[in-house]
Nanobody, 115 residues
Framework: QVQLVESGGGLVQAGGSLRLSCAAS????????MNWYRQAPGKQREWVAA???????SYVDSVKGRFTISRDNAKNTVYLQMNNLNPVDTAVYYC?????????WGQGTQVTVSS
């Protein structure tokens, strides 16, 4: 059974940092791209960052230069280092992986940035 468990969210002041983790289990994730998404109150879920099995990364423009996605294949874990946070980054953050025709999501972790 595939399971994704996010952690590391919390309350932080503007300009602060958080590091999110997504622990994956139930499959070999080293051969799959992993993603982070977020959903702010009243808004649609949006893609934030992705990392390929080989470590190539991509980001939505609004987080470029502030967020860094990384992965540890030995631990089946993907991370999102978030620096210089601002209130518009407030959202529930989810990790995501597609295995074959099925997309899996974690339960999400809340990130709240106060001004």
């Amino acid at each position: 059974q595939v399971q994704l468990v996010e952690s590391g969210g919390g309350l932080v002041q503007a300009g602060g940092s958080l590091r999110l983790s997504c622990a994956a289990s139930g499959s070999d994730f080293s051969i799959n791209a992993m993603n982070w998404y977020r959903q702010a109150p009243g808004k649609q879920r949006e893609w934030v960052a992705a990392i390929t099995p080989g470590g190539r990364t991509s980001y939505v423009d609004s987080v470029k230069g502030r967020f860094t996605i990384s992965r540890d294949n030995a631990k089946n874990t993907v991370y999102l280092q978030m620096n210089n946070l601002n209130p518009v980054d407030t959202a529930v953050y989810y990790c995501n992986v597609r295995l074959g025709f099925t997309t899996y999501w974690g339960q999400g972790t809340q990130v709240t940035v106060s001004s």
